[in-house]
């Protein structure tokens, strides 16, 4: 398994841009495709975005699409999540996730994971 740590999340008015950050270790960080989710109170863990470890490829949620990007540092085995146009709809715990890449298509199912950071929380103001 890999280790996740993530960081970044904060209090950020409606409108603003936030930068979340996670740094894995104890693998080939080029071998896993890295995942975002979060979740909300009261509400499942659902998927944000994800890049994949050979390619880079990205995929976005329907509500992430536009307006949050996935980049990815083998090298520095990072992976972050830029977040623009933020909305209180956003707030959440924000999740890092790790998944040995098998195959070429995305895995946006939270039980595809097996490897996540503690989480950190992002709250929007309205």
């Known amino acids: 398994q890999v280790h996740l740590v993530e960081s970044g999340g904060r209090f950020v008015r409606a409108g603003g841009s936030l930068t979340l950050s996670c740094v894995a270790s104890?693998?080939?960080?080029?071998?896993?495709?890295m995942a975002w989710f979060r979740q909300a109170p009261g509400k499942e863990r659902e998927y944000v975005g994800i890049?994949?470890?050979?390619?880079?490829?990205?995929v976005y949620s329907h509500s992430a699409k536009d307006r949050f990007v996935i980049s990815r540092d083998n090298a520095q085995n990072t992976v972050s999540l830029q977040m623009n146009s933020l909305k209180p709809e956003d707030t959440a715990v924000y999740y890092c996730?790790?998944?040995?890449?098998?195959?070429?298509?995305?895995?946006?199912?939270?039980?595809?994971?097996?490897?996540w950071g503690p989480g950190t929380q992002v709250t929007v103001s309205s």
């Open positions: 104890g693998a080939t960080f080029s071998d896993y495709d």
């Open positions: 996730a790790a998944k040995l890449e098998t195959r070429s298509w995305f895995y946006t199912g939270v039980e595809e994971y097996d490897s």
């Open positions: 890049c994949k470890g050979s390619s880079g490829r990205t």
